[in-house]
């Protein structure tokens, strides 16, 4: 096990940020390079080796935590990497992006700060691909085929595991590159994308094949692809965003943060000298107030916006754990980004009531009013409405389901669930034989842990029906919603 004493002796440190004034004049990660290597076997150090490690628990991918701490305590980085990749695709990813419940569910966390454990879990990734340690597969052919639609991190988890289970595996992005959100919706200030090139190679040297450009359901149809591979699974996410159906919604300059934030990562991949919307003198608000809309706020500020405010219809979390979310569930706390750092205004518990514009049809304010909780149901509070300068709008109020217009639902003939989403049983499979559903398009909007643990899941669903067994884990089961955030 880690120092027995670690937790005593060490302090919680994390991974120190670039200066504000100077991180906004570029768009790479906002972390100072090489910061955790003096650190990180120290605070690994501070792991308690439970008797019951409820961080298990915390994170859905079933990560075997406390072993790879004492793996990185002690130095050992191969063992270390062995053990991260027993249960995690893509660390790289989650080290990087994920919310971290795992921390939230950490026994030390009842009276001490939490163990480090995402910092631990990128450096060990970080190290593995400098010394050449992220294994690669041998070739091991079944004779099976199978298409994956959708390369975000569910598809991605999946191609690879079927891949490695020595299956035939395509993936078939619409997007002109491969990740999905990972490419085109995490910007680069979080996730650099060289990780994301890095995996792909990775995967292309195991076998997996990668098409990229092609949507189906519309540039092929579903039954067409079924009729080329052996299994189809589809990973294509929660893509039909929330809209605010408000007066003025019509007007020029509001927009889906889907439709904003993949323009600004196209710019870093070389594809626009300046994006066809763009933040740059104007002032921005920004509807929704999760990691997608701090996504937006950071991405405002490095666009060199006049002002940014993001608006929230809940009220302000509080900063400790409230009765309602014992330990070890995940707390909603007030959560201070690294777009929150950088500078623009948090409006919590207010609601839009319309958007005023110009002669033009351009925006230019936004009138909102604050709001409250009461009978069951959310209440204007009388005499609070006021506008606010907004010259560039940003939606990000999450996602409804998934997109039944690009004819993957109707021409596979899939049943939906009660929420909309494409309906599955314990295997991941659809109604339809050999067609099975992973991540957010049967899940519902989650986190990149649930996509990876659920692709991974679907893979071993999509091995039995091919083989008629499996060797590959299954981490969750696709009902189990315990730990959705």
């Given at each position: 096990m880690a120092d027995p004493k670690g937790f005593l002796n060490h302090g919680r440190e994390v991974a120190k940020s670039r200066p504000v004034d100077v991180r906004l004049k570029d768009w790479n990660e906002v972390y100072v390079p090489g910061s955790l290597l003096p650190i990180i076997s120290q605070q690994a150090s501070r792991c308690m080796d439970c008797g019951i490690p409820f961080c298990h628990n915390g994170c859905p991918l079933g990560n075997l935590i406390p072993e790879w701490n004492d793996y990185a305590y002690r130095e050992d980085w191969q063992a270390a990497s062995e053990r991260l990749h027993a249960t995690n695709n893509f660390p790289e990813f989650t080290g990087r992006l994920c919310p971290a419940p795992c921390e939230s569910a950490c026994v030390l966390g009842i009276n001490q700060p939490a163990v480090t454990i995402k910092n631990v879990e990128v450096s060990i990734i970080d190290k593995a691909w400098d010394t050449g340690d992220v294994a690669q597969i041998p070739e091991r052919l079944s004779g099976k085929t199978v298409a994956v639609i959708g390369s975000g991190p569910a598809g991605l988890a999946a191609a690879q595991q079927l891949t490695r289970a020595g299956h035939t595996v395509a993936v078939y992005e619409r997007a002109d590159r491969v990740g999905g959100l990972l490419r085109y919706g995490i910007p680069e200030f979080k996730m650099e994308k060289r990780h994301i090139n890095r995996r792909i190679e990775q995967m292309r040297a195991e076998g997996t094949r990668f098409r990229t450009g092609i949507e189906i359901g519309r540039d092929l149809k579903a039954t067409d692809l079924r009729k080329r591979y052996d299994a189809v699974v589809i990973a294509a996410g929660a893509t039909t965003a929330r809209d605010l159906p408000v007066p003025g919604r019509e007007l020029s300059g509001i927009h889906q943060a889907m439709e904003y934030l993949p323009l600004a990562n196209k710019v870093q991949e070389g594809d626009f000298v300046a994006p066809p919307i763009t933040a740059e003198g104007k002032h921005v608000v920004v509807i929704g107030g999760g990691?997608?809309?701090?996504?937006?706020?950071?991405?405002?500020?490095?666009?060199?916006?006049?002002?940014?405010?993001?608006?929230?219809?809940?009220?302000?979390?509080?900063?400790?754990?409230?009765?309602?979310?014992?330990?070890?569930?995940?707390?909603?706390?007030?959560?201070?980004?690294?777009?929150?750092?950088?500078?623009?205004?948090?409006?919590?518990?207010?609601?839009?009531?319309?958007?005023?514009?110009?002669?033009?049809?351009?925006?230019?304010?936004?009138?909102?009013?604050?709001?409250?909780?009461?009978?069951?149901?959310?209440?204007?509070?009388?005499?609070?409405?006021?506008?606010?300068?907004?010259?560039?709008?940003?939606?990000?109020?999450?996602?409804?389901?998934?997109?039944?217009?690009?004819?993957?639902?109707?021409?596979?003939?899939?049943?939906?669930?009660?929420?909309?989403?494409?309906?599955?049983?314990?295997?991941?499979?659809?109604?339809?034989?050999?067609?099975?559903?992973?991540?957010?398009?049967?899940?519902?909007?989650?986190?990149?842990?649930?996509?990876?643990?659920?692709?991974?899941?679907?893979?071993?669903?999509?091995?039995?029906?091919?083989?008629?067994?499996?060797?590959?884990?299954?981490?969750?089961?696709?009902?189990?919603?315990?730990?959705?955030?």
């Open positions: 990691d997608t809309g701090a996504d937006c706020v950071g991405t405002a500020h490095r666009q060199g916006a006049a002002s940014v405010t993001q608006l929230e219809i809940m009220p302000r979390p509080g900063e400790e754990r409230n009765p309602g979310q014992p330990w070890p569930t995940f707390p909603m706390l007030y959560k201070v980004t690294s777009a929150h750092e950088e500078g623009g205004e948090r409006v919590y518990a207010v609601s839009t009531t319309h958007f005023e514009g110009d002669e033009d049809g351009n925006v230019q304010w936004l009138h909102l009013v604050e709001v409250e909780f009461g009978g069951g149901k959310l209440n204007q509070k009388p005499g609070t409405e006021r506008k606010i300068p907004a010259q560039l709008v940003t939606l990000a109020m999450g996602f409804t389901g998934t997109d039944v217009e690009n004819g993957v639902v109707s021409q596979f003939g899939l049943e939906l669930d009660e929420r909309g989403n494409i309906a599955r049983d314990a295997d991941f499979a659809t109604n339809v034989p050999g067609v099975f559903v992973a991540g957010d398009a049967g899940r519902g909007q989650s986190l990149i842990v649930w996509a990876i643990a659920e692709g991974r899941s679907a893979a071993r669903g999509v091995d039995r029906f091919l083989t008629g067994a499996s060797d590959l884990p299954a981490p969750i089961r696709p009902t189990d919603r315990s730990l959705t955030v």
